[in-house]
């Protein structure tokens, strides 16, 4: 217990970054009606910030969500800004869901966020060269990092699921590391590893050259984090060769086509998701979407041909209900970018966290 108390400690240490959120917070963003019951009026959050970890044990809540509303990670991987930009559009358009039968929201616990706002105005600001400014950007990744795996772990260890939104995709990494421990060290893993499906138009599993938005799964099956791994809706046309030569020789990773799903329709999107859920059933599963597979999204690679909306609601209601659910984590998704506003790119994510909930929620009952 001594060592426990330690680790605590040292967690809130390293936590500058992070915003915890009190109900002032969110009744501030939720919009009250006469007769009507808004998920932030029922939404939970820590009585207070000091002493946080045991006050997330004693919570009744089942998920834990926060955000990480950054594009370090993004632009290290020369990809597009603006993946910072959606975490308050999203709680603005989540937070005033009807509470009802549903979803009564009572279930979910609000945290905070992280803002690491100061190391990107510091890298913008002194790195003289673009590559001066990637190689900052990689250093910096290694940070959040290290800051996301500490409060990550924690939600773990105490057998809440973790709901994760915004930022870049180089947070699979963090938080596939994180998970993995917490659940190994509350003894309900008998290793400190997991499972991962993802749908995205890209494999995210590009050689280890330093942290970025391309290669958090690489990193976390490297570190031995990452059991299986299983990715739906990759696009031909941006698959490197020598990752497609990496995954077939892996067993460990199995992968379907968009244009296997959609162009030549060796089998149809459910079909595809199944074969996921079925390649990594034998242990906890971290279920991951990036929002640069859906057509029109704006995300930190926007793409003219994708799956529809309807589609990614599918495909996490399917895998919340035929997984043992680790986390859920949204990434890659704008509501400004280069000058183009979106905010329905927030009211998106908001149907689909709520759709995990009452998914995952109606799994555990059975």
Known sequence: MGKMKTFL??????????????????????????????????????????????????????????????????????????????????????????????LTGEDILLLGHFDFGDLKYLIENHAYHPDELIDAYRHAVVSIDEEVENILKVIAFYNK????VGGGHNNAYPIIKAVAKGLHKNGATHIA??????????TDYRPLEGRHS?????????????????????????????????????????????????????KNFIQAVAQATGFTEDTFTGIELDLDSIEGALSSARTPCGINSLHA????????????????????GACIQNGIQDHVTGKLISYLVSDFVKANAENRLR
């Open 9 to 102: 400690k040292n967690i809130h240490l390293q936590m500058k970054h992070f915003k915890f959120y009190n109900k002032k917070d969110i009744l501030s963003l939720t919009k009250i009606r006469r007769f009507e019951t808004h998920l932030g009026e029922r939404i939970q959050v820590l009585p207070e910030e000091n002493g946080w970890p045991e006050s997330l044990q004693q919570s009744p809540a089942k998920y834990v969500l926060l955000g990480i509303p950054e594009d370090i990670g993004v632009q290290a991987n020369y990809g597009q800004p603006g993946a910072d930009t959606c975490w308050y559009p999203f709680l603005n358009h989540f937070l005033n869901i009807q509470s009802n039968d549903f």
């Open 161 to 164: 699921i973790p709901i994760v």
């Open 193 to 202: 590893q997991i499972n991962c499906i993802n749908l995205d138009a890209h």
């Open 214 to 266: 391309g290669n958090p799964f690489r990193y976390a099956e490297n570190d031995g984090y990452l059991g299986r791994y299983a990715i739906v809706g990759i696009h031909e046309n941006y698959i490197q060769q020598n990752v497609l030569n990496d995954i077939h020789q892996n067993h460990f990773i199995q992968y379907n086509t968009y244009e296997d799903i959609f162009i030549h329709e060796k």
């Open 313 to 332: 609601r599918q495909f996490i209601n399917f895998v919340a209900t035929d997984t043992k659910a680790a986390y859920l984590h949204i990434c890659e």
